[in-house]
């Protein structure tokens, strides 16, 4: 069945109390669109939906305008890799590396996990233009895009989080990509994090990501009745790619490269691999390019 939903955003909650931050993300419409330009499979757009649920989250993190983080796991099972990467400014984008598997896509009930396979690396990488900011690794068995991300924070920030992630699919397409991130600040009530623990571990939690609970149901329902709610942020499927980045990389090439594409009458023909949209530049402007490069 089709599921509820909202407007991708990304909404956050806090209790004094217990010293416990909420993040929850919406992100179907953003997988929806992605696994539409990268033309996936049903498989391949279920790992990309839950790992862009779980870069989205991450992006909560970002603090300066300009700033990324990205998400990649390169794994053993036949998706073979997926990057995902989120922008200060709501922006999410990706791919996963392998995009049509046709023994799992042709299953009635699509298993992300066997796609996955046993053994995932797992690197996130914040950014700014020109210089990275911080980065960290680790590695999960089996694959799991939270397991994954628990253990960055766990080993890399030392940090005590809860991820859940709920990516659906009805007929073959994204039904929904949401997510949810839960810490404990060093101050906080362990006592409290235990419970909410243990309502993760039984599948209250996913239940209400499945549902399309609001975050103040989900607060609710995990004990945290005195949460203080922030704004919702939007988030968008979007890419940094333009024609003019295309041009700017065409100049960039050797001239030989350039003249062999007019002798050839071939014109360029460049795809973004994070958002699969494609570019063409023709005959006449390559030779204006090649002009302009002296």
């Given at each position: 069945m089709i599921m509820s939903k909202v407007a991708d955003s990304r909404m956050s909650a806090f209790s004094p109390s217990a010293k416990i931050s909420?993040?929850?993300?919406?992100?179907?419409?953003?997988?929806?669109?992605?696994?539409?330009?990268?033309?996936?499979?049903?498989?391949?757009g279920l790992i990309q939906a839950e790992a862009l649920a779980g870069v989205a989250l991450l992006g909560s993190e970002l603090s300066l305008p300009d700033e990324t983080v990205s998400l990649r796991l390169k794994v053993s099972g036949p998706v073979a890799g997926v990057l995902v990467e989120a922008a200060a400014d709501g922006g999410l984008r990706g791919y996963t590396q392998v995009k049509v598997m046709n023994d799992l896509d042709a299953c009635e009930e699509l298993d992300a996990s066997a796609a996955l396979g046993e053994m995932a690396e797992v690197q996130v990488v914040r950014s700014v233009p020109g210089k990275i900011l911080s980065s960290g690794a680790t590695d999960v068995s089996p694959a799991s895009v939270s397991r994954g991300l628990e253990?960055?924070?766990?080993?890399?920030?030392?940090r005590h989080v809860l991820i859940q992630i709920s990516a659906l699919a009805y007929g073959g397409f994204i039904d929904c990509a949401r997510g949810v991130l839960i810490e404990c600040l060093p101050d906080g009530n362990r006592e409290q994090f235990s419970r909410i623990t243990r309502l993760v571990e039984d599948g209250t939690v996913l239940e209400c990501l499945d549902s399309s609970a609001s975050l103040a149901t989900l607060c609710e329902t995990v004990g945290l009745s005195d949460c203080a709610f922030q704004p919702a942020k939007p988030l968008r499927f979007a890419c940094r790619c333009s024609p003019e980045r295309v041009e700017a990389m065409l100049a960039s090439m050797p001239k030989p490269d350039l003249e062999a594409m007019i002798l050839e009458n071939r014109p360029a023909q460049v795809f973004c691999h994070m958002c699969g949209k494609g570019y063409q530049v023709g005959l006449e402007r390559i030779a204006e390019i090649l002009r302009s490069s002296g």
């Open positions: 909420v993040v929850q993300v919406e992100v179907t419409d953003s997988a929806r669109e992605l696994e539409r330009s990268h033309l996936c499979g049903p498989t391949a253990q960055y924070f766990r080993l890399s920030l030392q």
